[in-house]
Nanobody, 122 residues
Framework: QLQLVESGGGLVQPGGSLRLSCTAS????????IGWFRQAPGKEREGVSY????????YYGDSVKGRFTISRDNAKNTVYLQMNSLNPEDTAVYYC???????????????WGQGTQVAVSS
């Protein structure tokens, strides 16, 4: 069974940090670009950050640039999203997804995780 599993979500105060992890089971991630997406209640899905299969190319949405960092450890079959300086508008369910780079950028990668909840509140 091919699965992507996100972890690391939770409740954090404004200005705090969280690190999300996305780990693949049943297949290797090193052939795929990975994207992090988020969706807040009543809002459309938003692309947060993308990373190429090699890790050389990384992209960030304007709303998170300078605050979030995407990285990958192919030996661990895992991609991370380090989130710093969190604010309430970052509250959402965060999803990781794998696919070709153009698919990820378009929000249409082949594999999706179930998501992890991030809540930023005092």
């Amino acid at each position: 069974q091919l699965q992507l599993v996100e972890s690391g979500g939770g409740l954090v105060q404004p200005g705090g940090s969280l690190r999300l992890s996305c780990t693949a089971s049943g297949f290797t991630l090193d052939y795929y670009a990975i994207g992090w997406f988020r969706q807040a209640p009543g809002k459309e899905r938003e692309g947060v950050s993308y990373i190429s299969s090699s890790g050389r190319n990384r992209y960030y949405g304007d709303s998170v640039k300078g605050r979030f960092t995407i990285s990958r450890d192919n030996a661990k079959n895992t991609v991370y999203l380090q989130m710093n300086s969190l604010n309430p508008e970052d509250t959402a369910v965060y999803y990781c997804a794998a696919g070709g780079f153009t698919e990820v950028v378009a929000g249409l990668p082949r594999y999706w995780g179930q998501g992890t909840q991030v809540a930023v509140s005092s």
